[in-house]
T-cell receptor, first 112, second 115 residues
Framework: KQEVTQIPAALSVPEGENLVLNCSFT??????LQWFRQDPGKGLTSLLL?????REQTSGRLNASLDKSSGRSTLYIAASQPGDSATYLC???????????FGTGTRLKVLA | DAGVIQSPRHEVTEMGQEVTLRCKPI?????LFWYRQTMMRGLELLIY????????DSGMPEDRFSAKMPNASFSTLKIQPSEPRDSAVYFC?????????????FGQGTRLTVV
């Protein structure tokens, strides 16, 4: 059974700092991994999707990497801003099942 | 495209009442997922459909929960009778067929409160 864990559970950083969020999963048989952002009381916004055959994806100040063999992904946020404050969730799509299994999330606060 | 549309956005009901949540997936998407989010358990997959057919309902908590997808553009999640422990945010998501590159898109969710 796939289990997805995110560390840390919460993070508070000053504005301008570069930061890394971690996601680990137990079953490496995945199709892709997707990073989402969730603002309080809102839905999930897709940030980046990494296919199982890829090692990283970039969008603006965001860079996500994937090491399928070790069951890890990281989301790197450069030059953090107060507007980046949100909960960040990773989800893995299992091969053969098409299920998206979510991690526990990292609650990020960027201080002005 | 308007994205995944869920209704209602908020629902407050009394224990024992029937609750129906609705979802319209993105046109052309053939996978539809229902999730429940709580503080204690995070996001849990309840059920998902492919081409309107339920594929895996192992996450449905009990017989009080049922889901249908009568056509490609509409799905419902019904709770009957509702209980206070069902209070949560329920999300619907859809994606297109495709293994590696298929991205999941989520609706805004329905916040259910059972009193």
């Amino acid at each position: 059974k796939q289990e997805v864990t995110q560390i840390p559970a919460a993070l508070s950083v000053p504005e301008g700092e570069n930061l890394v969020l971690n996601c680990s999963f137990t079953d490496s048989a995945i199709y892709n991994l997707q990073w989402f952002r969730q603002d309080p009381g809102k839905g999930l916004t897709s940030l980046l999707l990494i296919q199982s055959s890829q090692r990283e994806q970039t969008s603006g100040r965001l860079n996500a990497s994937l090491d399928k063999s070790s069951g890890r992904s990281t989301l790197y946020i450069a030059a953090s801003q107060p507007g980046d404050s949100a909960t960040y969730l990773c989800a893995v799509k299992g091969s053969g099942t098409y299920k998206y299994i979510f991690g526990t999330g990292t609650r990020l606060k960027v201080l002005a | 495209d308007a994205g995944v549309i869920q209704s209602p956005r908020h629902e407050v009901t009394e224990m024992g009442q029937e609750v129906t949540l609705r979802c319209k997936p993105i046109s052309g998407h053939d996978y539809l997922f229902w999730y429940r989010q709580t503080m204690m358990r995070g996001l849990e997959l309840l059920i998902y459909f492919n081409n309107n057919v339920p594929i895996d309902d192992s996450g449905m908590p009990e017989d009080r929960f049922s889901a249908k997808m009568p056509n490609a553009s509409f799905s419902t999640l019904k709770i009957q009778p509702s209980e206070p422990r069902d209070s949560a945010v329920y999300f619907c998501a859809s994606s297109r067929t495709g293994r590696e590159y298929a991205e999941a898109f989520f609706g805004q969710g329905t916040r259910l409160t059972v009193v």
